[in-house]
């Protein structure tokens, strides 16, 4: 059964870090793209990263640039998502989705993705 499970969602201060993880169950990892997503109350769906099958390609959307970095573990079937310097402004749900693909090539849109997770709440207050 396909299968993505996000964790590590939570409450923190601006200036601090979260890591997400996104666990892939029932299906060949190694052949799928990922990218994180976020959504606000209130507003779209915000794609923000993703990484190639391969983890050789990254891409991040502008609000996260600098602060953000995917990475994946094929091995371990895992995405994460480390969080730094949080501004109130991630405030939100994000979600993991997944892609199959051949190529070294990542996917920046929501609708490009096939599989979807449940979502983790992150919330920056102070």
């Known amino acids: 059964q396909f299968q993505l499970v996000e964790s590590g969602g939570g409450l923190v201060q601006p200036g601090g870090s979260l890591r997400l993880s996104c666990a892939a169950l029932g299906f060949s990892f190694g052949d799928y793209a990922i990218g994180w997503f976020r959504q606000a109350p209130g507003k779209g769906r915000e794609g923000i990263a993703c990484i190639s099958p391969s983890g050789g390609l990254t891409s991040y959307a502008d609000s996260v640039k600098g602060r953000f970095t995917i990475s994946r573990d094929n091995v371990k079937s895992m995405v994460y998502l480390q969080m730094n310097n949080l501004k109130s402004e991630d405030t939100a749900v994000y979600y993991c989705?997944?892609?199959?693909?051949?190529?070294?090539?990542?996917?920046?849109?929501?609708?490009?993705?096939?599989?979807w997770g449940q979502g983790t709440q992150v919330t920056v207050t102070v």
């Open positions: 989705a997944a892609r199959g693909t051949s190529g070294n090539v990542c996917y920046v849109r929501a609708g490009e993705y096939d599989y």
